[in-house]
DNA sequence: CCGTATCCCAGGCGATACTG
DNA sequence: CAGTATCGCCTGGGATACGG
């Protein structure tokens, strides 16, 4: 029997997907698909904040799925890029976005109905 | 150019990333390959708690991932199971399932090898 | 057995100001 | 430009007790 798994707190899988499942990574990511510069990350994230991003930068970086790179002059540039590793997660990560896009509609359709249950009174 | 691609709030892709791109969604589902009932769930996910569990699976439910049915008789049983939408989840979920774990040594290692960068002193 | 209701606290996050 | 520092809110979630 194969019934009795048990996803263990201490699992590293779990640890890391912790790092990973979160609604920024992926969108972080998928925006690097091409090297880019801080500001240029956070125009395209809408509603991220400086803060915020930089947590998640720093946290993807030290799971060694971006580098970042300071540029040469002034005023002050950092390049953030994907590693092997981090370009290796879009694969994954892909098929994961491209699951929502197919299918929001039938997910927002369920939302409706699930919503209307119980308040048809009256 | 692609190059402007822009991440924005109101994109349905995201609202929906937000609702599955969590710690246990995907764990739940996992768990749901087959049909089981609330505290073999629960059993199974070392550390969620009641409270979050069943805002997990009502989640799921509202998103049309997962059915809630009643068993007859008591004490009091109630069995989940995946719908077609949430079967076809599995898919992306177990592509990123298994990166995890086919990565986890070379993100460990990363993690070590930027823990250990400014603290080397005396 | 499978929840909901309540209380309560830590910490995540936004806003803002400041630096190299 | 690309951050770090500080503050204050506010909500997510743990613990517990109770209900169908």
Redesign the interface.
Known sequence: MT?D?????DC???????Q????WS??VL??LS?PRRFNEIK?????ITQRVLTQTLRRL????MITRRVLPGRPLGVEYSLTP?GR??Q???G???????E??D??????RA??HRGEQST
Do not use: C
């Open positions: 019934h798994v048990v996803y263990r707190a590293p899988s779990r640890t890391i997907l912790d990973i499942a979160d609604k992926m969108l998928a925006v091409e125009r395209r994230l809408e509603g970086e030290r799971n060694g590793l290796s997660l694969g994954p990560f098929e994961l976005y491209n699951w929502t896009v299918n929001m039938v997910i927002q359709s369920f939302q699930y919503d």
